[in-house]
Structure formats: C-alpha cells, structure tokens
C-alpha cells in the first residue's frame, strides 16, 4: 500500500506501521530505499511517528519485514538530505517522543559527542607501499585491490579510499569486521561502514560498529536495537561506550526482557 502524506492520511497508529513495512518491504538497502525511509517518515505527524517507530522497535525481533523496514528508516534519518527529511520534523518527533515517555525513539534523533576520538591533528605514518600513491589513485585500486594490498587500504584514514574499498568485490567480511573494531579509529571511516548498503545488515559488522567506543554515537544508537539481546547486554555493561549507548541498551533489555 502506498503512503500518503498530510492530514488526511490520519489512521491509527498500528495501521500507520503496517504501510510502512508493506511500502518498505520491496525496496533493498541503499539511496533510493533510504530515501523512501525518510520520506515516509516525513508523512507522519510527530505523535504518529513515535509510535510508528515504537512499533517498528518491538515488530522487528519478530519479523523480518518489520526489521527491514526499520533499517530504511533509521537510515533515511541519518542519509537523507534537510529537503527529504527536515530537522525541525526530526526536532518533533524528538520532542515528542520525550513528552510520551517513548525514550527508545527519541534516541533514534540523538546526536551526542563521541565517548572517544581521534585527534583531527593527527597524521598517520604512511603506508610503506601504498603510502605514496595520490588520494584519486588509492581510491581507483581500493575497488579492485586483493590480498596483502586490499588488508593495507583497509588501514586508509581517508573515508573516501574506504567508501571504495567496501565495493570491492573481493573483500571479506572477517576484514570489515576488523576495521569495524579498529581502535583507535576515525569516526568518519567507521560511518562509512555504516552507510555501505552491502555490509551494513551483517550482524557481526553491527555488532563490531555498536562495541566500538569510536563510533559516532548518532550511528551506534541507530543500529544497536538490531543486535541480538545477549550483544545488547554486553554495550550495557561496556563502560567504555557513551553512557547515551549503555542507557539504550539496558532500556531495550528492559523492553524485551518478557520476551526473553
């Protein structure tokens, strides 16, 4: 079923959440998914929006569906352009979400600083081998790097070689895996990971990103609800996460702890 912007699109809430999963359902991972997320819920009214997504919170450890459709949403929130997706809706759907007691939703719209961060000051030694090639270089061989060459491009700084790194069609996960862990890291390359519509549904990149304390918390809050219960207990107790990450998780135990 389509979605349907403005007022007279009013329904209750849990039909609100059935078109989303039917409209999202079709569409794959990636610009035009993610934009269809956003726009979506750009349709809703504030109220709506936050039970919409705490719908979406709860439906998604038992469908599939609910699951993608809430991966597109939380992407669109993160991706989409001011046009797509305006801050002051995002500002509403906040504050709304505060008023309603509805605190797993709200921390979807957080954007706290980092627990921990690079230095943007710091320069790193360069590679030895790949060290001295240019930035348009690097990026043109990261797509089609292999071996001893594609683990060394993995090591970039710059987000740019990683974004093409994570289209090679050699690379593995047990690599990104690594890089998704890397500490200390750039919060920047770590995005990146994120945003890739090839690697950003692996369960094992989710978690790594979620542990990683370099993470951008605005990105560790987004995908920590689609970790598995026992990996959302660890960030609960991992003090070296942002308290905004530890307090979500032991919120979303609490939320599925019936469940359990």
């Known amino acids: 079923m389509r979605m349907r912007c403005g007022r007279e699109a009013r329904v209750v ?20 998914g993610d934009l269809a997320g956003a726009r ?19 439906r998604s450890r038992r469908s599939a569906k609910a699951r993608h459709a809430f991966v ?18 995002c500002d509403h759907i906040r504050a709304a979400a505060g008023e309603l007691g509805a605190l797993e939703v709200a921390a979807l719209f957080a954007q706290p600083a980092p627990a921990k961060e690079l230095d943007a000051r710091r320069v790193e030694p360069p590679d030895p081998v790949i060290g001295h090639l240019t930035l348009g270089h690097k990026r043109m061989l990261a797509r089609v ?37 890397r500490r200390p890291a750039r919060g920047s390359v770590l995005a990146e990971i994120w945003r890739s519509p090839r690697w950003c549904l692996r369960p094992t990149i989710c978690k790594a990103l979620v542990l ?33 990450v530890r307090q979500l998780a032991l919120r979303l135990l609490r939320r599925h702890a019936p469940r359990r």
Not at 13 to 32: I, K, M, R, T
Not at 78 to 86: I, Q
Not at 156 to 179: A, G, M, S
């Open 145 to 181: 790097a292999t071996g001893d060459r594609m683990a060394r491009f993995a090591l970039e700084p710059d987000p740019r070689v990683i974004r093409e790194l994570l289209v090679n069609p050699r690379l593995t996960e047990e690599l990104v895996v690594r890089l998704a862990a």
């Open 72 to 89: 597109l949403v939380t992407r669109g929130l993160e991706l989409a352009s001011e046009a797509e997706l305006p801050l002051e809706k």
């Open 212 to 244: 990683n304390p370099y993470t951008p918390p605005r990105i560790s809050l987004k995908t920590l609800p689609r970790l598995a219960l026992t990996d959302i207990e660890i960030a609960a107790h991992a003090q070296a996460l942002h308290a905004s």
């Open 40 to 58: 979506a819920l750009a349709c809703l009214e504030a109220v709506e929006a936050v039970r919409v997504l705490g719908a979406l919170l709860d």
């Open 13 to 32: 809430p849990s039909e609100h959440a059935d078109q989303l999963v039917d409209h999202l359902a079709s569409l794959e991972v990636g610009a035009f």
